[in-house]
């Protein structure tokens, strides 16, 4: 699944003309999909990945993009806790891997990036 960016919105809805995270037209390969109780979606997105660098990776709010390709990725898997629903890779859905992730924990890297390929290949 692959957005564009047509809106930049900062934490509270507002519409702003500069993001530290997102660039107006760039489009995007979702890496997830969060619903909260309240039905507001978002999108997991990679946001910057410099060359040599952990990548940062960022959820956003369905109105800053438009679809541009709808092909769900083969590793996706939907989930629910509490709070919200959602659709990522399995492999990230296990205990911890975000917190690992987050923290640069050398181990989720692979498991990040393989999952990550996956998404990109198959819908490039």
Sequence with gaps: MKIKCVRLLDADGREVEFSPWLTLGRVYHVMSIFVDKEGHCSYGIITSHPNG??????SHA???FEIISKVVPSNWREWKDDTCT???PAAWQT???YEAF?????V???IFERERDIILREDP
Excluded at 53 to 58: A, C
Excluded at 102 to 106: A, G, I, L, N
């Design 53 to 58: 660098e952990w990548p940062q990776m960022n």
């Design 62 to 64: 369905e109105e800053c």
């Design 86 to 88: 959602g659709v990522s």
């Design 95 to 97: 205990d911890n891997f």
């Design 102 to 106: 987050y923290d640069h924990d050398p």
């Design 108 to 110: 989720a890297y692979p």
